[in-house]
């Protein structure tokens, strides 16, 4: 398994040694740590797959606060009866994830599980990883003020889409892809253009509705959403509407939002839509000082509504 | 979960913050890092449970590398419907050993997962771990001659028993423990006495055979073992024999194979059993130019044996 399947994709010189931990150089700097289990059914679907969401979903928190992302682990769980076919899939689709976001697989540990039952054999994989933290950025949600932008680099909804469409086995007219993407260098480039940024936090598990939900909790602000100026594809809004569900509330892969002062809009607009991954980037919403705070959408046409923090947790999960 | 569950057990600064990633002190010099699953059935078992067990798994992997275990993420898988006594017995046990060892969870996720079968709901932890290397440390097993001992720091085979009887609700005589415990102190202690420590590792998975097996395979050297010099309870060998296993093979987790010098032989002994999880440490071993090299077991009826290497893998697993 080992020699045969893992050290060929995540060839690195601390890998390699396999000793009880991987020995790796000293930093400069504080460090920035973050967990994540993934347990996504199926684990293939369109526009990405397990090794790519494990991969990308801790680049991206380690990018969320401020950490330029080093070192991940790996641990895999496998049902027996895993295809080996699916398995080295999965891997080189997380190697190939790992080159992009110029991360390093040091330390890795693969168990293998009785099958539980399902259709088939399934696969679990934690990652965790280590970055250095970068300096001079203040992310605070306590220094956003009224007028702050609200941004994000594209369309909401399509990871959530792909999953439960693949899981479900629809066929929509066009298929809606995962976003599921590295988003670390397009968070190096808005720091990099000394842009004011003060909040960074990938919309997953309960999409855009949960991270504004939250923002309204952290600030005491009221949020205002343009629901026109939210981008969303219309395949991944058609099949929200068929499954009856809001694509606010839908999981995203490779989507951050961004909180940022009205100075600097515009700039970080550019700044995102430059970059491979935020090429549809949008301002959608900003900070006011309408009392009580609440997170609220102007819609299309033109009515207000509140928009709640989803709750509960759907099972089988999507990321 | 978080709030009433998990923070009350884990409380420490960084932590509490709940940011997308903890963000540490910056270390000196180098770090090390590894990762392991844990999918133990049944999760509590005499001795032990999943939750010390992912803790002192984790902490030992860092110690034998030469690491003073720092930080650790922990992620739990649950199944819908465990019984949230059980899930709080796991938790309180795994803060325990954190304590003990002196690690901090910094980072934390919680899955929940369909329930797959089996009579009672389960729950999987993977713990990564990040440790700051210990400075004038050599642990390469190049440096191994003809001579060197081999030392245990106690009874062998006793995690093994432990979950395999609480598996299958077998009864013996004297209900044998899981020896399940953090080493880094006994680590540290060793090194404090300037003992020269050529190799160190936690026989788990494949027992002291297993550790054994690879110390041949990665030195070239014969090793000679004497069977009456390897500590194991009268209770754990009755239920081995019981089972038809070899307590050579049974996997341990918290024991650790210490190469060292001829000359600090008695001295590294001396300071094991100062240790509380020393107490019954014996040299069991030594290294010999004898060709080809193979594992041999002196019996303690006076033959010898060739050790062979276990192999596959036992499912449900017990570490």
Redesign the interface.
Known sequence: MLGGHILPRFNNRYLDLL???????????????????Y?VDPIEFPGGDIGRLAVCGTVN??A??G?IPQ?L?????IE?GLEIEVLDRVLESAAAAADEAKVQV????T????R???QISSL?I?T????S?RANIDLDPGRIVPGDGILINGNIADHGISVMSAREGLEFETAVRSDVAPLSALVFDLFDSCIDIKFL??PTRSGLAGVIADLVENTGMTVELDESSIPVSRAAAGAADILGLDPMNIANEGKIVVVTAEKDRQKALAVMRANRYGRNAAAVGRFTSVTPPVAELVTSAGGRRVINRPYG?E???IC
């Open positions: 000793g009880d931990s991987a020995v790796l150089p000293s930093f400069d700097g504080p460090l920035c740590m973050t967990t994540d289990s347990v928190d380690l969320c606060e950490g070192w682990s790996m641990g895999l769980i027996e040091v330390a890795g540990d168990k293998v599980i009785e539980r039952g399902g679990m934690n965790t990883g280590i970055g933290l936090r990938d947790e099972l089988p999960r």
